[in-house]
């Protein structure tokens, strides 16, 4: 009986000792999932959630992925912004990091052309501030460009 009752004792604790590793490494791929950025010249980038924790260290990386790139200027003066791409919204800066994103997420960057760096054309639309090409709409919408290697600027209205 003693022999019996051992045996049992041994067997429950194999059972929760398989049982604790399997949840806890469900919940570790869970937890470690990156989101995945597109940043402004089309490089796809996972970001770690544990390991980039605050928008200053997100910025800061930004900064050495384009250093010596093209948009490095505009990087360093902060005109750009991450958006989600299925639900075209723009994801805050002032959103705390914890809440911005969740893990698998896929997110977009886009340059922030300034209404100093657009040439206004005597009929009402905007050209692009790089290659002066035509807009089709005004100020009132966003302009997607596609300039050389980057795959999206933006002209926002709104930012001053």
Known sequence: MQKTFLM???????????????LGSLERTLIQEPFILEDAIGRLCPV???????????????EHRFRGLQ??????????????????????????WAAAFLPGQKVGMDLVFR??????????????????????????RGVKWQVYRMVYC???ANKK
């Open 154 to 156: 933006r002209l926002d």
């Open 115 to 140: 209404k100093q760096a657009v040439i206004e054309m005597p009929d009402g639309t905007t050209s692009c501030p790089s290659c002066k090409a035509p807009s089709k709409s005004g100020y009132d």
């Open 71 to 96: 948009g490095h200027n505009m990087v360093l003066q902060k005109d750009w912004i991450i958006h989600e791409p299925s639900t075209c919204r723009d994801i805050s800066r002032n959103t705390p």
């Open 8 to 22: 049992n004792v041994v067997i429950y604790r194999a059972v929760l000792s398989i049982q604790g590793s399997l």
């Open 48 to 62: 770690h959630l544990q390991f980039i924790c605050s928008w200053e260290a997100f910025e800061d990386v930004l």
